[in-house]
């Protein structure tokens, strides 16, 4: 088969090579790959930033893949050939606690990804494609939407009326949007573009700030919220952030801390930490159960993830470019019909 595999840090070692189709074993999925999408997580391993120590060996890059069943282990029960099947990045995180050693199962590094003609995925950490959704539309699940509902649903017990606010207009914050206003909350979204902001309104958000034209984004929250602020952050920008972030947060509100895009250290303001008695909670993705509930979630509320570019199999690299740029919601390779 073709696969794409990272042999070395920046998009010149990622190679196109020609490898075995991989063997099953008894409780795994052949898969026919039909789509994957990126994450910044594929960049921030492409740029040698991200858990360096575990991506020593090449490997096929790209966590998140639909496509559907062709063959079969043994002892499979839960999924038969023809199936329409999501991957999830933890395949050894089912439920519960998450495990020491997850990381190092990772898919789309350092175990194999999607972004080859098959892949083999565990029975048990297999998800169905929610029928309402594409193979494309399915890929940009497993890690922007889970990490999303991961955080909003299992750990913050979001209810209708709440309060979130979702930073700039990257995947995992377009489906904060989607997600947060299809439960019932009320969201405040920003962005660097009034271009991108008009198109988040119409996906439910109910407020929105350009963080260029408007730099104190907690102040301008603080007065959204009639000085209450906001009863959840999905913090994805990083560094310092957190401080504007406990600024603008309702009193035993909850921080997700999810991303790092402007930076991985923070130097946190402890007093308004405490005086605003602020949850912080550290997210990586998110369970094989949660994904399940999740997908039921998205087949009831009818979302359909926003796409922002669909690339060919031959054509990754500028699928990469792309993610370098940056994009409204997600960038999908299509590797097969
Ligand atoms: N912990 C986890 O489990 C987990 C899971 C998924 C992602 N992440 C992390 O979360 C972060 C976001 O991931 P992603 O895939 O959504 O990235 P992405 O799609 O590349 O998002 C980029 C967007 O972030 C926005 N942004 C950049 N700087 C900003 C700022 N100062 N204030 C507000 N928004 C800003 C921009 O939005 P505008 O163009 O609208 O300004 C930009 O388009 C990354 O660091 C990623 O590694 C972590």
């Given at each position: 088969?073709?696969?794409?595999?990272?042999?070395?840090?920046?998009?010149e070692?990622?190679k196109?090579?020609?490898?075995?189709?991989p063997?099953?074993?008894p409780?795994q999925?052949?898969?026919k790959?039909?789509a994957?999408?990126?994450n910044?997580?594929d960049?921030?391993?492409?740029d040698?930033?991200y858990?360096?120590?575990?991506?020593?060996?090449p490997?096929?890059?790209?966590?998140d893949?639909?496509?559907?069943?062709?063959?079969?282990?043994s002892?499979?029960?839960?999924?038969?050939?023809?199936?329409?099947?999501?991957?999830?990045?933890?395949?050894t995180?089912?439920?519960?606690?998450p495990?020491?050693?997850?990381?190092?199962n990772?898919?789309g590094g350092?175990?194999n990804?999607?972004?080859a003609?098959?892949?083999?995925?565990?029975?048990?950490?297999?998800?169905?494609?929610?029928?309402?959704?594409?193979d494309?539309?399915?890929?940009?699940l497993?890690?922007?939407?889970?990490?999303?509902?991961f955080?909003?649903?299992?750990?913050?017990?979001?209810k209708?009326?709440?309060?979130?606010?979702v930073?700039?207009?990257g995947?995992?914050s377009?489906?904060?949007?989607q997600?947060?206003s299809?439960?019932?909350?009320?969201?405040?979204?920003?962005?660097?573009?009034?271009?991108?902001?008009?198109k988040?309104?119409?996906?439910?958000?109910?407020?929105?700030?350009?963080?260029?034209?408007?730099?104190?984004?907690?102040e301008?929250v603080?007065?959204?919220?009639?000085?209450?602020?906001v009863n959840?952050?999905?913090?994805?920008v990083g560094?310092?952030?957190i401080?504007?972030?406990i600024?603008a947060?309702a009193?035993?509100?909850n921080?997700?801390?999810?991303?790092?895009?402007?930076?991985?250290?923070?130097?946190?303001?402890?007093?308004?930490?405490?005086?605003?008695?602020?949850?912080?909670?550290?997210?990586y993705?998110?369970?094989h159960?949660?994904?399940?509930?999740?997908?039921?979630?998205?087949a009831?509320?009818?979302?359909?993830?926003?796409?922002?570019?669909?690339?060919?199999?031959?054509d990754a690299?500028?699928a990469?470019k792309?993610?370098?740029?940056?994009a409204?919601?997600?960038?999908?390779?299509?590797v097969?019909?």
């Amino acid at each position: 088969m073709k696969a794409w595999q990272i042999q070395g840090n920046g998009l010149e070692n990622i190679k196109q090579i020609e490898v075995a189709i991989p063997e099953p074993g008894p409780r795994q999925l052949l898969v026919k790959v039909k789509a994957v999408s990126l994450n910044y997580r594929d960049k921030a391993i492409v740029d040698g930033e991200y858990m360096p120590e575990l991506m020593t060996e090449p490997f096929i890059p790209v966590s998140d893949a639909s496509g559907e069943v062709v063959g079969v282990g043994s002892e499979v029960k839960k999924f038969k050939v023809g199936d329409r099947v999501t991957s999830t990045m933890l395949p050894t995180w089912i439920d519960g606690t998450p495990n020491p050693d997850d990381a190092v199962n990772a898919l789309g590094g350092p175990k194999n990804g999607g972004l080859a003609e098959y892949m083999v995925l565990d029975e048990n950490a297999t998800v169905m494609t929610p029928p309402n959704l594409t193979d494309e539309e399915a890929s940009t699940l497993p890690i922007a939407a889970l990490t999303v509902w991961f955080s909003l649903v299992e750990y913050g017990k979001i209810k209708a009326g709440d309060t979130v606010l979702v930073q700039g207009t990257g995947g995992v914050s377009v489906f904060a949007i989607q997600i947060a206003s299809a439960l019932g909350a009320k969201v405040i979204a920003t962005s660097s573009s009034n271009e991108k902001l008009a198109k988040v309104k119409q996906l439910g958000a109910t407020e929105v700030i350009n963080y260029i034209e408007t730099p104190n984004v907690a102040e301008e929250v603080l007065r959204i919220t009639d000085g209450i602020g906001v009863n959840h952050v999905l913090e994805v920008v990083g560094g310092d952030s957190i401080n504007n972030s406990i600024e603008a947060l309702a009193l035993q509100g909850n921080i997700y801390v999810i991303g790092f895009l402007k930076g991985l250290v923070s130097k946190l303001n402890l007093f308004p930490l405490l005086a605003k008695q602020a949850r912080i909670q550290g997210i990586y993705v998110g369970n094989h159960r949660a994904f399940e509930d999740m997908t039921k979630a998205f087949a009831q509320l009818d979302i359909k993830p926003i796409i922002d570019t669909v690339y060919s199999f031959e054509d990754a690299i500028e699928a990469y470019k792309h993610l370098y740029k940056g994009a409204f919601g997600k960038i999908v390779i299509k590797v097969a019909e």
